[in-house]
């Protein structure tokens, strides 16, 4: 949970990082290229290449074009459609995404991960309950295509690890993620980018550098490792924390117009939920998967 929630901490100012100082502002496409590219900077020295099967780095390279690349695609355009208190209301349903996932790919259904789910997304989504504007079906619609690519990167990445015969040293070859995802943004800046919209000030470029060196960078590897040690309804949980956390940094910083009445409920909903998946859930589904398999 350590790896997870130092990803939470970094990640609680993007949402209004960019929906404040980039959006609108400086060209999603290169705002995408520059995070990925910075973040595959940090891990090229650290990449082995020697030894390490051809497949799993094909592997990785799918994984972070999916879960990097394409979410950043559909998750910078969702801020030209809604607001940050918006865009943070529709990533509520990433839980539920990761849980099916997981267990699709494990070919077994587990009631009790996606119960803890529920619970998560039902906390979040009761803090973030607020009215919409115009583009909500659209700015719906797209970030439900960040959430799935989010959701599927890293429960793709839980997967690969797990499934390997060979220890890793994850950080070793976690520029493999990195590149796969640089790969998708070059294209879309190629076919999309507008160099009309280069950032213009020295905020906007040390917005991009902390999103890409630290969020991007350190965010994605802690979150990733992290995904490799916790279970699925955990792992389903901690995506929710993020709406809290980006919410507090909201009223901090920014004095947004939060009901804190909401934000302490849903809040104590999410860590119910926490709570509930480690002290009765993995044992319930433990013992479960173990009398499946006798």
Not at 100 to 126: E, Q
Not at 129 to 158: D, H, P, R, T, W
Request: aromatic content about 14%; overall charge positive.
């Amino acid at each position: 949970m350590a790896y997870l929630t130092a990803a939470t901490l970094l990640w609680a100012f993007s949402f209004s990082l960019i929906g404040v100082y980039l959006a609108g502002q400086v060209d999603s496409w290169f705002s995408v290229l520059m995070r990925v590219a910075l973040a595959s900077v940090m891990f090229i020295p650290f990449l082995k290449f020697k030894g390490v099967d051809k497949r799993l780095i094909a592997k990785l390279m799918a994984v972070g074009g999916t879960q990097l690349g394409l979410m950043y695609c559909f998750y910078y355009q969702s801020f030209l459609l809604l607001s940050v208190p918006e865009v943070l209301l529709f990533t509520v349903f990433t839980p539920i995404y990761v849980t099916l996932i997981y267990d699709l790919l494990k070919g077994r259904f587990s009631p009790w991960y996606l119960l803890t789910a529920i619970i998560a997304v039902t906390g979040a989504a009761l803090i973030k309950f607020s009215g919409i504007n115009e583009n909500f079906l659209i700015g719906f619609l797209v970030v439900q295509g960040a959430n799935l690519c989010f959701a599927m990167g890293q429960v793709g990445y839980k997967y690969i690890i797990e499934d390997q015969s060979v220890n890793l040293s994850q950080h070793t070859v976690f520029g493999y993620f990195y590149l796969g995802a640089l790969c998708v943004a070059l294209v879309a800046f190629s076919l999309l980018g507008n160099i009309e919209k280069m950032p213009t000030t020295s905020t906007q470029w040390g917005v991009l550098i902390y999103l890409g060196i630290t969020a991007s960078g350190i965010g994605y590897f802690a979150w990733n490792k992290g995904a490799t040690i916790v279970n699925a309804g955990a792992l389903a949980a901690m995506n929710n924390a993020l709406v809290p956390a980006g919410l507090i940094v909201n009223i901090v910083i920014w004095n947004r117009d939060v009901d804190l009445t909401r934000l302490a409920i849903g809040g104590a909903i999410i860590m119910l939920s926490l709570w509930f998946n480690e002290t009765w859930v993995k044992r319930k589904v433990a013992l479960s998967y173990q009398t499946q398999n006798q």
